[in-house]
């Protein structure tokens, strides 16, 4: 019997990385292509040897890059906050308060996520232009914020019910206000499905690329990475190089991130699978 | 410490009345004690004193100051509640700790009064650990502590011990009427077990669908139940109720049971019946004495059951079947070191009972 458990253990183990494996392929290329001159990218059959060369990451110092990915970091980052802070509130509200209508207004918020954004794109680069808020940081974080904040709703209520009322009724005796009660009581136990929400949040405004595309001008002052990298065009087409030296930075953030917050993104991603 | 006053509060949950027009007057340094079964609106009259629920109807005073507008911050009471009793991410001393807080003490003396509170209910060794590292009972523990670190006006206890094991349940009775004893603070204690409330209560009052049923002293509350609700509830085993036809032959008032069994009723008891046809008879378990022979007064039953508890025996009678063919039962208590056995044919003495009206289920106090 060993000897079988221990088939089946290197089989599962083998299958694991396996599957790890073929997800990693992509990121890869990705950081192979960026460290390989343009002759190596272009050839017909892909070199695993080559010569190393940095000269893509130095172009991309060069250019506008780097600001570029600071739009995306300040806009990414004071969007989710934006979106989890009101999410919270208002999932709080939701679900400790009679509110007339709860039942409509959850659907309400939640059916501003059926439509595919793209299908608003061309009356909000109207609005926009009309409110001036084109190529603007603040255009941007309250587009993502409102995108965002219908799914914090949702998810943060979900992790707020889950919190029992005695806890703030007895803040409440105790000679706290309501509003002392939530900071002191319902955020510390809400902290793994704030967490959650923040990383869901966070990666829908990081990739955003539609609305980053249309409602910037090229070269503006609120362009974010990703139609940066995809504008990357040199003179002879694209410099794959360059999008691929830019793909790889636009990915450390974000894994940094959630990598920080893992162990709530765990909890998050299976919240409703497990009860406690 | 004060004393507490509702005056015909009531409350309503959508459509649902859990409160109506209740009156319940709580003397200063009483450990008052709120009993009935699920529903009854014990834990709601809890929440409306505390402030957490808004009155449809009535006043709230303590020491005849109004609190029906004061928000729960304002009144000074603690709330002991029956589960999520303490903060999951905060150590015992900081749940502890926890009501003082708000009052800007100064740090030290918050210090002081955790650690006083806590020699007192031997829980020093608990202070830094997390509700999650504490058992049940001292959990329970440290949440008592938490009420009374904060020397409130009242306490309120919302079944603070039913979720514990029957023997620590029986230690925390004793610990919790002690302590109240010792602080001199008012306290309303909810419960649905009769024998806490008997157990622990200056006065208790009993409710039933947000109503009061009777309030009074355990002994009273036992002896003299208001009505067929409170002698059903009251004891263990609770009154035999069965309802009876009185007739009067011979100077004697007979209660007739069910078919020919008629058994002869305290006179003083009955007389007060007697203007009545029918009326219910409650009886409790120890009033019924068992006879191996035939005597005066008795009646012939059929032992149907015994539960040997010891201290004491319980033995379930069997009158017959009544009119819809169901068997009658009685509940008696005897002295253990008398002999009974299944299926044996018993007579049965009565020695004292009560008689509630037939169709109000109120005691019958006068003629």
């Not at chain 1, 893992?262 to 699978?273: E, N």
Request: proline letters at 5%; glycine letters at 6%.
């Amino acid at each position: 019997m060993p000897t079988r458990r221990n088939f089946s253990y290197y089989l599962s183990r083998f299958s694991i990385l396996l599957v790890v494996l073929i997800y990693l392929i992509p990121i890869y290329w990705i950081i192979v292509t960026s460290l390989k001159y343009g002759s190596d990218i272009s050839a017909p059959f892909p070199k695993f040897f080559f010569k190393i060369t940095f000269e893509n990451y130095q172009k991309l110092f060069a250019s506008k890059y780097f600001s570029q990915l600071l739009n995306s970091i300040i806009i990414g980052f004071t969007s989710t906050i934006l979106a989890v802070g009101i999410g919270t509130l208002s999932a709080y509200a939701f679900s400790r308060f009679k509110i007339a209508g709860e039942d409509d207004l959850l659907f309400f918020i939640l059916s501003t996520r059926m439509l595919p954004p793209i299908v608003v794109v061309i009356p909000i680069y109207l609005m926009y232009t009309v409110l001036k808020l084109r190529d603007t940081h603040f255009g941007l974080i309250l587009l993502y914020t409102t995108f965002n904040l219908s799914f914090a709703v949702w998810l943060m209520k979900g992790f707020i019910d889950e919190i029992p009322k005695e806890y703030e009724d007895a803040a409440l005796v105790d000679g706290y206000t309501r509003f002392q009660a939530f900071i002191k009581v319902v955020l510390p136990q809400a902290s793994t499905g704030i967490a959650a929400t923040a990383v869901f949040c966070l990666i829908t405004a990081w990739n955003e690329f539609a609305f980053a595309l249309v409602l910037t001008e090229v070269g503006g002052k609120a362009v974010t990475a990703p139609p940066s990298i995809v504008s990357a065009t040199g003179k002879t087409g694209y410099d794959w190089g360059k999008v691929a030296a830019g793909t790889f930075i636009f990915l450390v953030p974000v894994a940094i991130f959630t990598f920080l917050v893992r162990k709530h993104l765990l909890r998050g991603v299976t919240f409703g699978a497990i009860k406690k | 410490m004060a004393s507490v006053r509702l005056e015909s509060i009531t409350k309503c949950f959508d459509d649902k009345v859990a409160l109506s027009q209740l009156d319940l007057e709580i003397e200063d340094q009483e450990f008052f004690v709120l009993l009935g079964h699920t529903g009854a609106g014990k834990t709601t009259t809890l929440r409306c004193i505390a402030g957490l629920e808004k009155l449809d109807q009535g006043d709230i005073y303590f020491d005849n100051q109004p609190m029906t507008e004061l928000d729960p911050a304002s009144r000074d009471v603690a709330f002991v509640f029956q589960s999520h009793i303490l903060y999951p991410h905060l150590t015992a001393f900081e749940n502890m700790a926890f009501p003082l807080w708000p009052r800007k003490l100064p740090e030290i003396e918050v210090k002081r009064r955790v650690q006083d509170v806590a020699e007192m209910l031997h829980i020093e060794h608990l202070l830094w650990r997390k509700p999650a590292q504490l058992s049940g009972g001292e959990t329970q523990r440290v949440g008592l502590g938490r009420a009374m670190v904060r020397r409130p006006r009242v306490f309120l206890m919302d079944e603070p011990i039913s979720n514990l094991d029957a023997k620590l349940r029986a230690e925390m009775r004793t610990e919790i009427k002690w302590r109240q004893k010792q602080l001199g603070i008012t306290t309303l204690y909810v419960t649905h077990d009769q024998i806490e409330a008997m157990s622990m209560a200056d006065r208790v009052a009993i409710l039933d669908q947000g109503k009061i049923m009777q309030i009074g002293t355990p002994i009273e509350v036992y002896n003299q139940p208001a009505n067929i609700f409170v002698a059903g509830f009251i004891g263990n085993p609770s009154m035999n109720l069965m309802t009876c036809r009185l007739s009067e032959s011979n100077g004697e008032i007979y209660g007739q049971l069910i078919g020919h069994l008629q058994v002869a009723l305290p006179e003083t008891i009955a007389r007060k019946g007697i203007a009545r046809e029918e009326v219910w008879l409650g009886i409790h378990p120890e009033n019924l004495v068992i006879h191996p022979q035939e005597e005066d007064n008795t009646i012939v039953v059929e032992v149907h059951n015994y539960e040997a508890l010891g201290a004491e025996t319980i033995v379930d009678v069997n009158l017959g079947l009544d009119e819809t063919d169901q068997r009658v039962t009685m509940k008696c208590r005897i002295p253990p070191d008398q002999q009974v056995r299944v299926g044996q044919t018993v007579w049965l003495e009565l020695q004292a009972c009560s008689i509630f009206d037939r169709d109000t289920g109120q005691a019958i106090k006068s003629v």
